[in-house]
């Protein structure tokens, strides 16, 4: 086929598609339904400190604002850093601090954050001017679920063998539990349908427990109950659908 019948049909598609019947995209007299990408940065309190030090999350939620400013959805969230505080190869160490691989080679092992948190919540939206009514204050409460541990990152160049991937939950601490969420900061919609983001203060605390009888680097039980809270700041990227109840049309 010729390049002006595709350059036709090409033409013919973005008229379909950015032909659409006008829309304020913050007018709430529609639902819409929101898919959101995000990247937090979070400090930790309580019990997590004495495991963690700061950490980022990367992640995203699924939502519906209803008519009435009201936020029902959930969110998904991974959690990574590198501010360890717990040392798992601590019985390990040699007099000056080295730790072997085979053939008593320097094994350089890497020990990491990592971990997930998930919700699902209710909000509500606080429009800062009735005339865009879906730019405003965000808060929302939300229950889910808090999980961290240690990752154990091993030397290529200089295998433990009591580092065997059989071998590494009873070092990761892995931990987890019941959590409450909250969150407020600032939701903008833009009518050029791009420049759409959310950013605010979030909080999450988790009730958790270690999951593994044995920790071999304490050397003790350690399934108690443990109180792990912290507080960040997160950004998001926006991608709105509103659904016409006059129609059958999903507009974006």
Do not use: C
């Not at 990491?112 to 998930?118: A, P, S």
């Not at 091993?154 to 580092?163: K, S, T, V």
């Amino acid at each position: 086929m010729s390049r002006a019948f595709y350059l036709f049909l090409f033409i013919t598609f973005n008229i379909q598609l950015f032909g659409q019947e006008s829309i304020n995209l913050n007018d709430n007299s529609d639902t819409m339904f929101e898919l959101g990408f995000e990247y937090g940065f979070y400090q930790p309190q309580e019990d997590l400190k004495s495991y963690f030090g700061r950490h980022t999350g990367v992640g995203g939620h699924m939502q519906f604002l209803t008519k009435k400013n009201v936020y029902l959805g959930g969110q998904l969230q991974y959690i990574f850093g590198n501010q360890v505080q717990v040392d798992a190869m601590s019985l390990w160490y040699d007099e000056i601090g080295n730790v072997y691989g085979l053939n008593f080679s320097f094994a350089d092992i890497l020990t990491k954050q990592r971990g997930l948190t998930g919700q699902l919540y209710v909000g509500k939206l606080f429009p800062i001017k009735s005339a865009r009514a879906r730019m405003g204050i965000k808060t929302t409460l939300g229950v889910g679920f808090l999980q961290h541990k240690l990752f154990i990152q091993e030397d290529p160049e200089a295998f433990m063998p009591q580092l065997d991937k059989s071998r590494l939950y009873i070092f990761d601490h892995k931990t987890n539990g019941i959590s409450l969420h909250q969150f407020v900061g600032f939701h903008y919609l833009d009518n050029n349908r791009m420049l759409n983001f959310y950013a605010g203060f979030d909080f999450f605390q988790g009730f958790t427990q270690n999951r593994r009888d044995y920790n071999v680097d304490l050397g003790i039980e350690t399934a108690f109950q443990r109180v792990d809270i912290a507080t960040g700041f997160k950004i998001g990227w926006i991608l709105p659908f509103y659904i016409n109840d006059r129609s059958e049309n999903i507009w974006y």
